[in-house]
């Protein structure tokens, strides 16, 4: 129905997300300008925002995919946490901002599966907020990872607790995690693609095939990265050129002025 109501481009599932991201623009920031994508009625607006949410939380799931995209961020976050474990001086709060693919992926790692009617079966708000504590239990014989979301509604700010895992030991934890980790991108696509009764087909529903991507091409990582160095490097140079000028002009007009005015200015 929804590609009904006129919309056909990149509509695959393959792209669900990105048809996602254009009709919550559309419906709920006039400003984005995005005129692509129709208006929808409500019935159909709940359609599209409940496939959005199966594909991507099945999407980034430990269930379906090994290989977790949150994996940079778990590693940071885990490193603080064996700073606090070992009685090394931690910053009381760690701020981060991600994108929902990372936050489910961050969840699924530490143990937070797929589960209807919490975070892990829906993409997150704009603007939302996870709380993450590791935490000793009363006793101090386990630990536990709690996760708290803030997510602004009509209504509000809404403060909900989602869960509480828990662990033997926080050696257990970091086992958990570690084997839920994992930092290559082509290697992930491949997990995506793993059928099996219980998972489905998830072919559409993976982001992209790099196995046949030539080693000669630059990465548009790699190519932004040297056109911000090459901005920086051009600023610098025009900066420093302008300071240099400046102080010549000043050191002219310092040596015009008398002995004591001149050496004032030097010292300075």
């Known amino acids: ?12 599932l393959e792209d669900w997300f990105n048809v996602y991201d254009r009709f919550l623009l559309r419906e709920f920031y006039p400003g984005s300008q995005v005129t692509d994508i129709p208006i929808l009625n409500e019935s159909m607006s709940a359609q599209v925002e409940e496939l959005a949410f199966w594909v991507e939380s099945r999407k980034f799931s430990k269930n379906y995919s090994k290989i977790l995209g949150g994996s940079p961020l778990l590693k940071d976050i885990v490193s603080i946490m064996k ?13 981060y901002s991600a994108h929902y ?9 530490m143990g937070f599966e797929y589960e209807e009617g919490t975070i892990t079966s829906r993409i997150p708000t704009f603007g939302s907020s ?16 709690s996760i708290d979301t803030l997510e602004r509604e009509e209504s509000g700010l809404v403060y909900t607790l989602t869960e509480v895992k828990t662990y033997d030991s926080f050696g257990q934890f970091l086992e958990s995690v570690s084997a839920a980790s994992g930092y290559e991108i082509g290697s992930w696509c491949q997990q995506c693609k793993t059928k099996s009764t219980e998972q489905g087909d998830l072919d559409e529903i993976c982001t992209g095939d790099f196995s046949n991507s030539s080693s000669s091409e630059m990465s548009p990582v790699l190519a932004g990265f ?6 920086f490097v051009v600023c610098a140079l025009v900066f ?6 400046k102080r010549k002009r000043f050191q002219t007009q310092s040596y ?3 002995n004591y005015a001149s050496k004032e200015f030097n010292d300075y």
């Open 1 to 12: 129905s929804f590609l009904q109501a006129g919309y056909t481009d990149n509509a695959a």
């Open 83 to 95: 700073e606090l474990k070992q009685g090394k001086k931690t910053p009381p709060l760690r701020v």
């Open 101 to 109: 693919p990372t936050i489910l992926s961050l969840l699924a790692a």
């Open 130 to 145: 996870l709380l993450i504590n590791l935490h000793a239990t009363e006793n101090g014989s386990k630990m536990q990872v």
């Open 226 to 231: 040297i056109g911000a160095l090459v901005t």
């Open 240 to 245: 420093g050129w302008f300071i240099y000028s």
């Open 256 to 258: 015009a002025t008398d």
